[in-house]
């Protein structure tokens, strides 16, 4: 098998899916191709994201979608495909894709990112068919998971080096990014009495209650230059949620 493969119910092999042949050249950093997402739809078709090259011969890259016995899914159309690296992907109710994705070429030569040879940046939508929708590219994010709002808003969490919005951005329903005072500060990566070169803030995952309160997870020391030490839970407004207090039991002092 190579990257992807589906089990029975018993942990054996099953062997009516079709492993995908993801081998061949030499992508960014990362010599071997190697699968990072995986999502089922309602529909048993099968969308598959990480850093591997043109399936089968075909052009494009990083992303596709089989059909549920693994052979590819020809009306699923990527063209180029994308150079970026697929770290999350998520559906809107309507089918809507969204994807979440890194930055991958080397750091001596870095890259924009495409599209289908549309400029994008670390999040952009697609329709059903794959065609390009929406490239939010206000911030960014280095982005590892979506998560899904109550209000069908989506979360990104990931790593930044950005101004604002530092390591978590909102998604609107139209793919814009959704202006918050609470997130222009976002998370910092600058321990107290720390003089080296500050870090970039990463959260590297999240989940959200079902009142709308986003617990998140990461390499942060600060939110808002509030003490978070690494565990946080913010209402739905991206406040600090003060009754969730740990104290300073992530703190690694320098």
């Given at each position: 098998?190579?990257?992807?493969?589906?089990?029975?119910?018993?942990?054996?092999?099953?062997?009516?899916?079709?492993?995908?042949?993801?081998?061949?050249?030499?992508?960014?950093?990362?010599?071997?191709?190697?699968?990072?997402?995986?999502?089922?739809?309602?529909?048993?078709?099968?969308?598959?994201?990480?850093?591997?090259?043109?399936?089968?011969?075909?052009?494009?890259?990083?992303?596709?979608?089989?059909?549920?016995?693994?052979?590819?899914?020809?009306?699923?159309?990527?063209?180029?495909?994308?150079?970026?690296?697929?770290?999350?992907?998520?559906?809107?109710?309507?089918?809507?894709?969204?994807?979440?994705?890194?930055?991958?070429?080397?750091?001596?030569?870095?890259?924009?990112?495409?599209?289908?040879?549309?400029?994008?940046?670390?999040?952009?939508?697609?329709?059903?068919?794959?065609?390009?929708?929406?490239?939010?590219?206000?911030?960014?994010?280095?982005?590892?998971?979506?998560?899904?709002?109550?209000?069908?808003?989506?979360?990104?969490?990931?790593?930044?080096?950005?101004?604002?919005?530092?390591?978590?951005?909102?998604?609107?329903n139209n793919g814009t990014l959704s202006i918050n005072t609470n997130l222009f500060g976002g998370f910092d990566n600058k321990p107290i009495g720390w003089s080296g070169q500050i870090?970039?803030?990463?959260?590297?995952?999240?989940?959200?209650?079902?009142?709308?309160?986003?617990?998140?997870?990461?390499?942060?020391d600060k939110y808002n230059d509030i003490l978070a030490d690494g565990l946080i839970r913010l209402n739905s407004d991206y406040?600090?949620?003060?009754?969730?207090?740990?104290?300073?039991?992530?703190?690694?002092?320098?």
């Amino acid at each position: 098998v190579n990257c992807l493969l589906r089990l029975n119910p018993d942990g054996s092999l099953d062997t009516s899916f079709t492993c995908p042949e993801l081998v061949g050249e030499y992508i960014g950093r990362c010599a071997n191709p190697k699968v990072t997402a995986v999502l089922v739809q309602p529909d048993g078709k099968i969308l598959v994201g990480g850093i591997f090259p043109p399936y089968n011969g075909a052009p494009s890259r990083n992303l596709i979608r089989l059909n549920s016995d693994g052979t590819i899914d020809n009306t699923f159309v990527t063209g180029t495909g994308t150079n970026a690296g697929i770290n999350a992907i998520s559906l809107r109710a309507n089918g809507n894709i969204l994807i979440s994705a890194s930055n991958v070429s080397p750091p001596n030569s870095f890259q924009p990112l495409v599209y289908n040879t549309y400029n994008v940046n670390t999040f952009f939508e697609l329709g059903s068919k794959g065609n390009l929708l929406h490239r939010e590219k206000s911030s960014r994010v280095d982005g590892k998971k979506i998560l899904r709002r109550p209000d069908g808003k989506f979360n990104i969490i990931g790593e930044s080096r950005s101004p604002y919005h530092r390591g978590l951005k909102t998604i609107n329903n139209n793919g814009t990014l959704s202006i918050n005072t609470n997130l222009f500060g976002g998370f910092d990566n600058k321990p107290i009495g720390w003089s080296g070169q500050i870090q970039p803030s990463s959260c590297q995952d999240g989940v959200i209650q079902s009142d709308g309160k986003i617990i998140l997870v990461g390499d942060f020391d600060k939110y808002n230059d509030i003490l978070a030490d690494g565990l946080i839970r913010l209402n739905s407004d991206y406040s600090i949620d003060t009754s969730f207090n740990i104290g300073q039991s992530f703190a690694y002092k320098y």
